[in-house]
């Protein structure tokens, strides 16, 4: 039985021991292949990985400057009334799109139809009296001939008078009466006393007409005065409709029909869709920046959005110089701070409705080729 037990049981640890011998040498020799495998695979990756990323950065990252501090920017035009009075319609809302020419506002016009009628009725009776004046001229133009005329008549007069002194002087006293003489002399200081009168006249008269002139003259400024008041009051009149100055979308619209406007207050304003960019570089990433170069702007509230433009200029100053209250560095604690410079850029499609001013954009502009 001590037999049977060896040879039944003996046999089995033999064959584990002979399988164990057998087999324990092949993952030894199998374990350091396969690790210069994967090591290979590893490196070959990394080459392949910094490869690529190599040739990434000198294509995508190397040649561009990009910034996130960018948004797009555009003109808000700011519609206030020229007039105060109170809004009688108004025919916008908020974000409405509206074209140049629009009527956007009307205001109660009534004391401004009022004022212009009172401006017209100066106006004519500003006519009235400048005709006034041009006819006192043509009056005293008249009252000068006639003046000139009898002087004319009283100078013959005169030299009539003159003569028969000089004849009844040279006849012999003998043959003259005292009479004849006394007669002369007289009709002489008559006739010369008439034509300094006449003189007067003359001189009167021309006097007058300076004065009708003068009288004209001022009646025209009055007259021209008047003019102007009648404009200036139907220009008032039609300032109490408002309308689109350019095309553009409404933005801060703050009236309401009923309520009164004056000049001072903004009613609202109106937002053409034509817009840039302004982006905030770092002072360090302007040295190969220049106008003309190509960039490429993606939008944060449309990530589909892709936008290409150009830099169109370079602000000659710091962000921070333009400031209200400007930096000051003239201290003992002075920190030295990267500025930022804002370049404008220009889209090359710069009427995209869906774009406003204030959303955030990232440019990248090409500085290099």
């Known amino acids: 039985m001590t037999t049977a037990a060896s040879q039944t049981a003996g046999p ?5 021991d002979g399988a164990s ?11 350091p292949a396969s690790s210069r495998r994967l090591s290979s695979l590893l490196v070959a990756g990394a080459l392949v990985a910094g490869s690529l990323g190599a040739v990434y950065y000198v294509r995508q990252v190397a040649p561009f400057e990009s910034t996130d501090d960018a948004f797009i920017d555009g003109h808000i035009i700011g519609i206030s009334p020229q007039v105060a009075a109170q809004a009688a319609v108004v025919h916008i809302d908020d974000n409405q799109v509206v074209h140049k020419g629009d009527l956007l506002v009307e205001l109660d016009p009534t004391d401004f139809q009022v004022a212009l009628e009172q401006a017209r009725g100066a106006e004519a009776a500003a006519l009235g009296k400048r005709a006034q004046a041009q006819a006192g001229v043509a009056a005293a133009e008249s009252a000068v001939v006639e003046a000139e005329a009898t002087l004319h008549s009283l100078q013959a007069t005169f030299e009539n008078a003159e003569t ?7 006849v012999d006293a003998r043959a003259r009466s005292q009479k004849d003489l006394d007669t002369a002399v007289a009709g002489r200081k008559t006739s010369f006393a008439s034509l300094e009168r006449a003189r ?3 001189r009167s008269a021309q006097a007058q007409v300076a004065q009708a002139r003068a009288t004209v003259t001022a009646a ?3 007259y021209q005065k008047a003019q102007a008041d009648t404009r200036k009051a139907r220009v008032n009149l039609d300032h109490c409709r408002i309308l689109a100055p350019v095309d553009g979308r409404i933005a801060g619209k703050a009236v309401d029909a009923g309520a009164y406007v004056t000049p001072a207050n903004p009613l609202f304003q109106i937002v053409p869709a034509q817009v840039w960019v302004v982006a905030n570089f770092k002072e360090t990433q302007l040295r190969h ?8 702007v993606s939008v944060d509230a449309f990530p589909g959005l892709a936008l290409t433009g150009r830099v169109d200029s370079i602000q000659s100053g710091t962000g921070s110089r333009f400031s209200v209250i400007p930096t000051e560095n003239a201290t003992g604690n002075f920190v030295k701070v990267v500025q930022r410079v ?5 889209l090359d499609n710069g009427n995209l409705g869906q774009l406003a001013p204030g959303m955030s954009v990232e440019p990248k502009v090409r500085v290099r080729s």
Do not use: C, F, T, Y
Request: proline share 14%; charged share 20%.
């Open 12 to 16: 089995a640890p033999s064959l584990v």
């Open 21 to 31: 011998a057998v087999a324990a040498p092949e993952p030894s020799a199998a374990a």
């Open 164 to 170: 028969e002194l000089r004849r009844q002087q040279g």
């Open 200 to 202: 007067a006249q003359v």
């Open 220 to 222: 025209e400024g009055d």
């Open 289 to 296: 920046m220049a106008p003309g170069q190509p960039v490429e």
């Open 342 to 346: 804002p370049v404008k850029i220009l």
